[in-house]
């Protein structure tokens, strides 16, 4: 495996160092990120969708972007694009690909890891998977106690991470 990994196509950095990112570019994008969060607060989503779009578009390795269109999936119960953002987001703050600078690292990091165990965990109080499919059931449940171990660890003042974490207790597994 490469020490490099790419996020849609464009060179994320190295996996122990931080990503380097063009600040002129990142401060011509703000304008279109409040913007877009404006309109998501203002409840036009579709507008918020097409921003966060074209912000990544232009910046691939943002997470906030990505955690914005996780929220905004989940909203609609796309579970399975919901995760697919928040993963790609938690994957970028791992190497550092943090945008906004007034929220620590490892709050938002915490924050992306709880998001991520939510999703993951939401889909399996909703359906009938513990009947109809009980090792997949298993499998994903185990996914979010970990996920929400780790919101945890990153971030200890996390409340929400710290519930889910109590309620979300790994499974002991019969092999």
Do not use: C
């Not at 921003?51 to 914005?68: D, G, N, Q, S, V």
């Not at 999703?119 to 090792?135: A, C, K, S």
């Not at 409340?159 to 309620?167: E, G, I, M, S, Y």
């Amino acid at each position: 495996m490469s020490d490099k990994e790419e996020v849609d196509g464009r060179d994320a950095g190295t996996t122990e160092t931080m990503m380097e990112f063009d600040q002129e570019q990142l401060t011509a994008l703000e304008p279109k990120m409040r913007l877009a969060m404006t309109a998501r607060e203002q409840g036009n989503d579709s507008e918020a969708r097409k921003l966060f779009e074209e912000i990544l578009k232009e910046e691939p390795r943002l997470a906030e972007p990505r955690l914005e269109l996780a929220h905004m999936a989940a909203v609609t119960e796309d579970w399975e694009e919901a995760q697919g953002h928040a993963r790609l987001a938690v994957e970028i703050l791992k190497r550092g690909g943090q945008w906004t600078q007034d929220v620590a690292a490892e709050v938002l990091l915490g924050f992306a890891l709880n998001l991520l165990g939510e999703l993951v965990v939401r889909p399996l109080e909703e359906g009938d998977l513990f009947l109809t499919d009980r090792p997949r059931f298993d499998t994903s449940w185990n996914e979010a106690s970990t996920l929400f171990g780790l919101a945890l660890a990153a971030d200890p003042s996390n409340v929400d991470a710290r519930r889910n974490a109590t309620r979300y207790r790994r499974l002991e597994l019969d092999n």
